[in-house]
């Protein structure tokens, strides 16, 4: 597009820094990497088009944040290290003040999670941001959906729901109380990619996946890859107040765009959770289940509900 070279260089240079020596970056061709001895490489791209991936109404700020963010937390998932990540951005126009905006904004995420922009692709159309990110895991370590077994707990980051609740205050479909809309819309437009969990997935986790699409679903890809069942267990959801009082955990329950992760790790690592706990209050840990050789159910104060059998999710304990 017209003037995309001085866009490039005025917005897109010098984004994010890495341990881990890129030897071409921005400018030519293509990047060239060198990939350390011992480790492997690991690769996830995600796009986000204004108006399904974030409301219209969102800032500049927000979107660099969440198009990196949601990125990252796939490598959070599978246990990796950020490294370098490419952005194909697609712009209705040239709107410096927008681009200034996102360009520090995805500075400053990039910064903080040690992920350099090493080249990417610009063009006009309506609004869409597609990253593609690279990592590093030492040899064999990643971990997966598929390894899941009977008798594993089933662990989630943080509080599931926030962000569905956010979503749906901004859409005016529901009010909140101000401390819990803070939180919630804080979490739709600012999830944090919980890198922080990497080692501890590395060293305890048979399996992890991130939760983009809500909770039951996303566990289902597990328990589909390895080939095993699960119970979990409603009261022990780690949710905010308001969910709790209104009994609305649909919202931790189906309800997307979390990106905390969920894992199974085996029982006898279970006071690993609580060392975890003490150390890191920021990103605690909640047991909520156990994953079982066959079926699918959530257990709640009525009785249990199949799972399986559910398609929308939209109304539990109702
Ligand atoms: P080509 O025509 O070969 O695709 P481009 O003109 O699209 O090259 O890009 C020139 C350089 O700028 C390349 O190194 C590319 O990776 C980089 N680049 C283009 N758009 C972006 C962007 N949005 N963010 C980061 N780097 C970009
Ligand atoms: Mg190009």
Redesign the pocket.
């Known amino acids: 597009m017209p003037g ?1 070279f001085s866009l ?1 260089d005025q917005y ?1 240079k010098n984004v994010g820094t890495t341990g881990q020596l890129s030897r071409l970056g ?4 293509a ?1 060239v990497l060198d990939v350390p001895a011992g480790q492997q490489l690991v690769m996830s791209v995600d796009t986000l088009v204004a108006g399904v991936h974030f409301p219209e109404t969102t800032s500049a700020a927000d979107i660099a944040h969440k198009a990196l963010a949601v990125n990252l937390s796939d490598l959070a998932a599978m246990g990796a290290t950020p490294a370098w990540f490419l ?3 697609t712009l209705p126009e040239v709107d410096q003040a927008w681009l200034s905006e996102f360009s520090d904004g995805l500075k400053k995420i990039a910064g903080q999670y040690e992920i350099e ?1 090493i ?4 063009c006009r159309g309506p609004l869409s941001i597609t990253v593609q990110v690279n990592g590093l895991v030492d040899k064999d370590k990643y971990v997966t959906r598929s390894g899941a077994k009977p008798g594993d707990l089933i662990v989630v980051s943080g509080e599931p729901g926030n962000a569905a609740l956010g979503l749906a205050f901004l859409q005016k479909k529901i009010s909140l109380p101000k401390e819990i809309e803070d939180l919630a819309v804080k979490a739709i437009n600012r999830p944090i990619p919980r890198l922080c969990l990497s080692v501890f997935l590395q060293e305890y986790a048979n399996a992890a996946i991130d939760l983009s699409d809500g909770l039951v679903g996303d566990l289902k890809h597990i328990l589909d890859k390895s080939g095993v069942g699960a119970v979990i267990r409603q009261a022990d959801l780690p949710v905010n107040n308001w969910i709790k009082q209104n009994n609305a955990y649909q919202y931790a329950l189906s309800g997307g765009d979390d990106y905390e992760l969920c894992l199974t790790i085996p029982e006898k690592h279970r006071d690993q959770i609580e060392t975890w706990n003490q150390a890191n209050p920021d990103c605690l840990l909640h047991e909520i289940g156990e994953i079982t050789k066959s079926g699918y159910y959530l257990t709640t104060t009525d009785g249990s509900i199949d799972l399986t059998r559910q398609t929308g999710f939209q109304h539990f304990g109702d």
């Open positions: 995309e490039i897109f921005i400018g030519d061709d990047a952005l194909s951005i922009l080249g990417g692709d610009t």
